[in-house]
């Protein structure tokens, strides 16, 4: 029976990567071809881990994640107008690249994938939100699956997202503490489930929590979207709405956007205007996609690391196939990146 420690003299490694890499930590920094080494050399002295050795069944789970289908909740040029599901998705890629595994993307349409699809991956990656129908059929028909930046709020499901609802109490906290007093906000109800669910987006629920916990709503200052899948990161959807702000008899003095893309089309509203931008009225989004420094000011933006969203997801699927055998959701950490866009609280 061969050891960790002889896969380990083989590679040139210490016993510890070894481990770390069979064992499919997400923390290890290694390269793409040692991780690789290290694979193709366990599998060539057919070694196998003391959780499948173990197993009663006798039946040992893949050791690679031979074949990934990528199901979109976006179509293919919705994907193109936000850099952010690009993120995600190139970093499903990016990781399966280095895996040598073949990937199949399905994008939205109206009809579901073909099952056979399905069932012939070795699991499955969900990107976006899905409707409570669409999370059972793909339970039903994949063998793994992982859904990225989607919690879909069952635990026996294994999902990767950000804490947006935290990010923005955040958000508003630091923009109280830095004088702002009428903070208004762009963003779109929520569509799921076939139908428009008002003030659920989880953004714009975490606004309206937070000004009623301060005795500051005023329901004119939420400029919202009843938008299908894919308007709300669309540039003039922001235009269209920060125009009704605007249109306030007393402006809000900062915008917060749901995204990048509406802060941009926010930004030509304002500018058409002639307000500039912080000193008339500041702007806050969320996402940080590239382009996010390069404006005219420069964007302050929470930023979501996207890609390393795809990365973990791809990474909670080797964990499956290698026998975990319970539910496993990761939160993704956060951060606000202040540029000129708004002050920053001292």
């Not at 002889?6 to 070894?18: C, F, H, L, P, Q």
């Not at 912080?278 to 890609?307: C, G, M, Y």
């Not at 997801?313 to 959701?329: F, H, I, N, P, W």
Request: hydrophobic fraction near 40%; charge should be negative.
């Amino acid at each position: 029976m061969v050891t960790i420690k002889e896969i380990a003299k083989a590679v040139g490694v210490s016993s510890a990567t070894v481990s770390r890499v069979l064992n499919y930590d997400p923390a290890l920094s290694i390269s793409p071809a040692k991780r690789q080494a290290i694979i193709e050399t366990a599998e060539a002295l057919n070694y196998e881990t003391p959780r499948n050795r173990n197993r009663a069944s006798g039946q040992t789970a893949p050791s690679l994640l031979t074949k990934l289908v990528i199901v979109h909740f976006l179509e293919p040029s919705d994907e193109i107008a936000d850099p952010y599901y690009i993120g995600v998705r190139l970093g499903i890629e990016t990781r399966c690249r280095d895996l040598r595994t073949e990937i199949v993307k399905v994008f939205h349409s109206d009809a579901l994938p073909e099952a056979g699809l399905l069932a012939g991956a070795s699991g499955v990656i969900v990107i976006g939100k899905h409707s409570d129908h669409e999370i059972a059929w793909l339970k039903q028909h994949a063998r793994h699956l992982v859904f990225a930046d989607f919690d879909p709020n069952d635990d026996a499901l294994d999902s990767v997202f950000s804490d947006v609802e935290l990010a923005t109490m955040k958000i508003l906290d630091a923009l109280k503490a830095g004088g702002y007093s009428r903070i208004g906000f762009i963003g779109s109800h929520e569509r799921l489930n076939d139908s428009v669910q008002r003030f659920a987006e989880k953004r714009c629920a975490a606004y309206i929590d937070w000004q009623r916990k301060n005795g500051t709503f005023e329901p004119d200052l939420l400029a919202l979207a009843d938008c299908s899948t894919g308007q709300s990161l669309r540039l003039e959807t922001g235009y269209r709405l920060a125009h009704e702000l605007l249109a306030l008899a007393q402006r809000p003095d900062v915008i917060v956007t749901s995204n990048d893309n509406m802060a941009i089309g926010a930004y030509r509203a304002f500018q058409e205007a002639g307000l500039s931008i912080p000193k008339d009225i500041a702007v806050v989004s969320f996402n940080d996609i590239p382009v996010a420094q390069f404006l005219t000011p420069p964007l302050t933006t929470v930023r979501i690391h996207s890609e390393h969203i795809g990365e973990t997801a791809v990474d909670l699927l080797l964990e499956r196939l290698s026998g975990r055998s319970y539910g496993k959701q990761v939160r993704i950490a956060t951060e606000l990146i202040w540029r000129d866009s708004c002050r920053k609280p001292r």
